[in-house]
């Protein structure tokens, strides 16, 4: 059976437009499902413009396309189980499976997962009623996190005594909130995993542990950790089932202890750095696997990513690109073509060839002066 499209990607953001290109540079085609309509993705290739939950549009998808992936775990598992039954696709034509996405789109069910597998990760409870037998269980300090559908700290939140907690009520009260032990971290790693079975043969490969430094409980630079987290991430990812990429959030406590925080089914963006670090990226990866082809061998040269978030009070984000990146020749820019908010990501960059860290940070700053309209409106002093 022949298909129009080899690989078809639920989700129209950033990591299907990278994933996309790294495809078509394959000689591959792919088709996006994209809710919003014009996004990254949709700017690179063929798009399908219909809501996650639109059962004829998913089955679209899945007829034209020989396989699928995701870009993102947003997408509701019931609504791409019934479009699955109707077709009768087998499961490997969906990558990561079903089983697993439903596990990991439930922020309570994946914390579940890993305490059936053994693997360590912070205590959490869902919040019920008033709340009491979940601050029983957990204490203070808490983390706050609602179960489905956040991401960049969307939704997360930490009451550090009971009136806060009773603060937040506003937004626990209708459910879907869990409660969360507070982990004292170290600092926080990431490990993008890949894990797959080829006939008889599991394959599992990781790419280097990276530190990644959070801005307002936003990812906002990844550099090498000089730690290996490599074990527990594969346990991590063997506890939700999953086969495919996978990117592994984790926290080191001061003792060196590593406790799992949560698991992306898709590229992540702690592995933006594999677009530039001489070896193959996380999207050819992800495309690879989701193919069923084996993915390339990892090596790579030590790499920073710093993301280049929406800044207010800014002009055109072009002049202040080419000002600010293009005079260190070893710093390499990513834009997604989103639209410029304040606190988006909005693209990335990535830089290789020793002071990478320092060097990321002042291309970066660079950028941003030079984006920035001066003076701020807010500085002006009313006469
Ligand atoms: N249990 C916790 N203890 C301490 N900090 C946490 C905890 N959970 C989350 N955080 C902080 O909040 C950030 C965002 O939380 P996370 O669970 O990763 O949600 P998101 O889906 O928004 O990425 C984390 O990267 C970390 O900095
Ligand atoms: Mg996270």
């Known amino acids: 059976m022949t298909f129009e499209f080899d690989l078809g990607i639920l989700g129209g953001g950033q990591l299907g437009r990278m994933s ?4 078509q540079r394959m000689g591959l085609a792919c088709l996006s499902l994209d809710p919003a309509g014009g996004g990254p993705a949709a700017q690179v290739g063929p798009a399908m413009q219909a809501a996650f939950t639109d059962v004829d549009a998913l089955k679209h998808l899945f007829s034209v396309c020989a396989r699928v992936t995701f870009e993102n775990e947003f997408v509701p598992a019931t609504a791409v189980r019934e479009a699955l039954e109707q077709l009768g696709r087998p499961p490997e034509f969906l990558m990561p499976g079903l ?33 009491a037998a979940a601050i029983a269980t957990i204490g203070f300090p808490m983390v706050l996190k609602a179960r489905f559908g956040g991401y960049d700290g969307r939704g997360t939140r930490t009451a550090r005594n009971a009136q806060e907690f009773e603060d937040y009520k506003t937004i626990w009260a209708d459910g879907g909130w869990l409660a969360e032990e507070f982990v004292e971290f170290k600092r926080e790693l990431a490990v993008m995993v890949m894990r797959r079975r080829y006939g008889d043969e599991w394959l599992q490969a990781c790419f280097p542990t990276m530190e990644t430094v959070q801005a307002n409980h936003q990812c906002d630079l990844v550099f090498p950790a000089e730690a290996d987290a490599t074990e527990i991430a594969l346990r991590a990812v063997e506890a939700v089932g999953g086969e495919g990429l996978f990117g592994v959030e984790l926290f080191e406590k001061a003792d060196g202890s590593l406790v799992v925080n949560e698991i992306a089914p898709r590229p992540h963006n702690s592995g933006h750095y594999t677009l530039d670090w001489g070896g193959p990226s996380q999207f050819e990866q992800h495309v690879r696997l989701a193919l069923n082809l084996p993915p390339a ?21 072009r002049s202040g690109l080419v000002a600010a990146i293009f005079s260190d020749f070893g710093v390499r820019v990513h834009w997604y073509g989103k639209q410029p908010r304040p606190g988006r990501k909005l693209g990335h960059i990535n830089a290789v060839g020793g002071d990478i860290v320092d060097r990321a940070v002042r291309a970066r700053e660079a950028f941003y002066n030079a984006w920035r309209l001066d003076p701020e409106p807010d500085d002006l002093v009313e006469p």
Do not use: W
Request: proline fraction near 9%; aromatic fraction near 4%; charge should be negative.
């Open 20 to 23: 996309i290109m790294a495809a």
């Open 99 to 131: 089983d697993c996405l439903a596990t990991v789109q439930d922020k309570l069910h994946q914390r579940e997962a890993y305490v059936r597998a053994g693997v360590p990760s912070p205590k959490a409870v869902a919040i019920a009623d008033d709340g």
């Open 297 to 317: 061998p990892l090596d790579g040269v030590p790499t920073c990513m710093a993301n280049l978030i929406g800044q207010p009070h800014v002009g055109d984000f």
